[in-house]
């Protein structure tokens, strides 16, 4: 069974410029997450979908940043326009889940390799 | 690429027992993070220890990245401590996340 995918998987784009990353979570989770890393700080959460819809937004840095999923299977995020500050690494990870929004016992996340972000 | 190998891989505690979980890594890395996985799936950042130690309540962690190993320790556990939590390593923007440690805190 394939993984999480992601792609790109490195990306150089000049600032004000777009890019779309996309994420493909293993087939059959509903849940999907964006995380990232900018040089040099820790992980931080973005956003979290059950399915199509936006489950929890809060840690999306501004409106420069769009995500969407949908159909509910892969996800975009799209940065527009893209700053230096933007520059990282961006991390999607995926997970099943029951029907009372808990994680099925056994059940993991798992995480994409992650697309690296380079804003020049 | 860093490999991250977490353990023990599950774990079954009675409440008010402490506990430590390990996290070793292949190579030289500048981040270090300890998460725990809430109901819902989503990360809770609890360390950012590159090196060190931090405490946090009844957390507290300790790298020794010369020796590249890290130690999330927990003390008398609660219920609410139940989950899976998650080391990731990284030089640079290289990052990679050990497979977790399963944690359940019985009453």
């Known amino acids: 069974e394939a993984g999480v995918t992601q792609f790109p998987s490195h990306s150089v784009i000049e600032k004000g410029q777009t890019v779309t990353l996309r994420c493909d979570p293993i087939s059959g989770h509903d849940n999907l997450y964006w995380y990232r890393r900018v040089m040099g700080k820790e992980i931080k959460f973005l956003l979290h979908f059950v399915k199509e819809s936006k489950q929890d937004e809060s840690g999306m840095p501004n409106n420069r940043f769009l995500a969407e999923r949908t159909g509910g299977t892969y996800s975009t995020l799209k940065v527009q326009p893209a700053e230096l500050e933007d520059s990282g690494v961006y991390f999607c990870?995926?997970?099943?889940?029951?029907?009372?929004?808990?994680?099925?016992?056994?059940?993991?996340?798992?995480f994409g390799e992650g697309s690296w972000l380079t804003v020049v | 690429g860093i490999q991250v190998e977490q353990s023990p891989p599950d774990l079954i505690l009675q409440e008010g027992a402490n506990s430590t979980l390990r996290c070793n890594f292949s190579?030289?890395?500048?981040?270090l993070q300890w998460f725990h996985q809430n109901p819902w799936g989503q990360l809770i950042n609890l360390f950012y220890i590159p090196s060190g130690t931090k405490q946090n309540g009844r957390l507290s962690a300790t790298t020794v990245a010369t020796e590249r190993y890290s130690l999330l320790y927990i003390s008398s556990s609660q219920t609410t401590d139940s989950g899976v939590y998650f080391c990731?390593?990284?030089?640079?923007?290289?990052?990679?996340f050990g497979a977790g440690t399963r944690l359940t805190v019985k009453p």
């Open positions: 990870a995926s997970s099943q889940d029951d029907v009372w929004g808990r994680l099925l016992s056994g059940n993991t996340i798992y």
């Open positions: 190579d030289s890395v500048n981040n």
């Open positions: 990731a390593v990284g030089k640079d923007n290289d990052m990679r």
